[in-house]
């Protein structure tokens, strides 16, 4: 895995130094419009998948993610299993 992790490294840098570096893409993602075009921001680089896309903008407190809670797969079982009906859960 850390040779993987390096490749994802360099493509990461390359794309930020493509979307004009590191205050460029911040301004970037900012303007995007909505959490789902966030989310596919992130995705964008290498390594990144949609839990942890939306838990970096949940970590910073971004107002398009105040809304969400994380929710792993166990507690979604669990949930389920006790017949609770747990609307808009998303992983």
């Given amino acids: ?37 966030k989310i596919k921001f992130w995705r964008g680089f290498k390594g990144i998948g949609k839990k942890y896309a939306r838990n970096i903008m949940m ?7 105040r809304n969400y809670i994380a929710v792993d797969e166990r507690i979604k079982k669990i949930t389920r299993g006790a017949g609770l009906d747990v609307p808009n859960i998303r992983t």
């Fill in 1 to 37: 895995m850390p040779d993987r992790k390096a490749d994802w490294l360099s493509e990461n840098y390359d794309r930020v130094a493509a979307l004009g570096g590191p205050r460029k893409s911040k301004e970037t993602l900012l303007n995007t419009e909505g959490h789902e075009e």
């Fill in 59 to 65: 970590d910073v407190y971004h107002p398009d993610f």
